[in-house]
């Protein structure tokens, strides 16, 4: 399965071209939460492509179980990505959102990473939705985790919502510093917080 | 190995010593200077040359496999090529489809045609059935705004990267007589031009004062334009054993040519300014994308072709 990751990132770097920057910050093999804006399809494997292999290793996609469950795709989810499977909230009957935190928090356990993509849905890449709540439960379950996060452009380009051919663009990831949960923050600030870090790094 | 006709090996064995002697100066200015400041020209410099170690064997690779080589290589290049400059554009969700049809329709129409040889159609494709197709299509989508600037954005895209600079590879399918097989002739556009390029850089690096473009190209200096046309011509004239050209008709190609790239570099700098960026890619290290590397063939290409088309071609 070595073999085959690293066909797939390599294939992914091709196909959107991507030219990845760490600004103020830098690849860092601790446990950290990488979240990013989602605009397609293509969004997560060329953000863990892109991340360099012995941290790819040990970085799990939180993806949606109603999208991800069946046949293929779900083997290659699983047995590639080693994806953390988890209810949306509109799926029936509608899932404990405690609960998805919890099967978070398991499958980092104590060294692995995750890939998350706080809005939650594919947006259309002019904004950056407001973030959902998981993310915030999540740092409060581990307080001291650091949150990286990674701007995606162009993807949406490549593969819009909607479309199943891709049209070669050249793509763009810029990570950005680390942020934690402060101590006395609401979830509201939080979020919002977090929402204006991702959004900082399109322009940079 | 049917493709290796002595003038072309050795055309590449001066290619292969110019790299040689390239690398060592660059070792020597790599030991020899210490100031800080000029730390980063030689790093870029030493970077440039790698590149083109790995560039000439590639193009030298194809040239022996064939004309499917060339054709394979070219074709690539276009897409690339093609990718940097879309990704500039304005374009809309409601352009996915036309620019699959550029990328993977045309582009491949394109260089088939140069491959069955058939030059009416080759020579058509791009400046009449897609300046017709992409906006069509783009009316098809449904999307009216800043319409206009969509479609002849991208019309001008595909003329560039992709006719434009098929026409080197479309030297193959040319018939001189008395000549043999024009393979020497695309290593010889190739050769001069991208010379003309180097020369130039490097006799701007070495006397440049008076900047020719500042607006544009703060690194185009009248020294540099002078020096490595003048050059270039030089060096395209004393190759002419390898074209059907005589010495003085290859020295006025040559000027021709290098001309051409020069306005090729000039005209695609301007987009570079105009969208805010250094260059079109991260592509060539040192270099920057396809299309900064290939900006002067783009323009030198098709000129020519059709200069060897009507002179030489009977």
């Not at chain 2, 006719?163 to 001189?176: D, E, Q, R, V």
């Amino acid at each position: 399965m070595n073999i085959l990751a690293g066909l797939i990132a390599g294939a992914a770097r091709l196909i959107s071209g991507v030219n990845v920057r760490w600004i103020d910050s830098e690849p860092d093999p601790r446990q950290t939460v990488y979240f990013a804006n989602h605009t397609s399809h293509l969004d997560f494997v060329v953000l863990w492509s892109s991340l360099p292999a012995a941290i790819r290793a040990r970085a799990r996609p939180v993806a949606a179980q109603d999208y991800w469950e069946r046949g293929l795709r779900r083997a290659v989810a699983v047995n590639v990505f080693h994806a953390v499977l988890v209810a949306r909230r509109q799926a029936q009957p509608a899932p404990d959102p405690r609960e998805a935190i919890d099967h978070m928090v398991e499958a980092m356990g104590s060294d692995n990473s995750l890939i998350l993509f706080p809005e939650g849905t594919r947006g259309t890449g002019e904004e950056v939705a407001a973030f959902k709540s998981g993310l915030y439960y999540l740092c409060q379950r581990k307080p001291e985790l650091r949150l990286v996060p990674g701007y995606l452009s162009n993807l949406n380009r490549i593969l819009p919502k909607g479309e199943f051919l891709p049209v070669p663009f050249i793509s763009r990831l810029t990570f950005g510093p680390p942020i934690t949960l402060k101590a006395d923050e609401s979830k509201a600030e939080f979020l919002e917080r977090a929402r204006e870090t991702l959004c900082r790094l399109r322009n940079l | 190995m049917k493709n290796l006709d002595p003038q072309l090996v050795w055309a590449f064995a001066g290619v292969l010593g110019l790299l040689a002697v390239s690398s060592l100066i660059g070792l020597v200015l790599k030991t020899a200077i210490k100031k800080p400041e000029a730390q980063a020209t030689i790093s870029n410099l030493n970077a440039r040359i790698g590149a083109w170690w790995i560039m000439s064997a590639i193009f030298a690779l194809t040239l022996v496999i064939g004309p499917v080589g060339s054709l394979v290589l070219f074709g690539l290049m276009s897409l690339l090529a093609l990718r940097e400059y879309v990704t500039l554009l304005p374009t809309r969700r409601a352009d996915h489809r036309t620019l699959f049809w550029a990328f993977f329709i045309f582009t491949p129409l394109q260089y088939c045609l140069i491959g069955i040889q058939w030059y009416g159609m080759f020579a058509i494709l791009i400046p009449v059935y897609a300046f017709l197709f992409v906006p069509t299509r783009m009316a098809i989508a449904g999307d009216t705004g800043a319409f206009l600037e969509r479609a002849s954005t991208l019309q001008w895209g595909l003329m560039i990267c992709i006719y434009c600079l098929s026409y080197t590879p479309a030297l193959l399918m040319l018939k001189i007589p008395n000549y043999g097989r024009p393979a020497k002739l695309m290593l010889y556009l190739v050769l001069v031009d991208q010379l003309s390029d180097v020369l130039q850089y490097v006799w701007g690096k070495l006397l440049g004062r008076h900047k020719i473009a500042p607006v544009i190209s703060p690194n185009k200096t009248w020294e540099g334009f002078v020096g490595g046309i003048a050059t270039a011509t030089a060096i395209g004239a004393a190759l002419w054993w390898m074209t059907p050209f005589s010495p003085a008709v290859a020295a006025a190609v040559s000027l021709t040519i290098t001309c051409m790239g020069f306005a090729g570099g000039l005209t695609m700098s301007a987009i570079k300014r105009d969208r805010g960026v250094k260059d079109y890619g991260t592509l060539i290290k040192g270099h920057g994308g396809i299309l900064d590397r290939m900006d002067s063939m783009c323009f030198a290409a098709p000129v020519f072709f059709h200069i060897v088309r009507y002179f030489y071609v009977r």
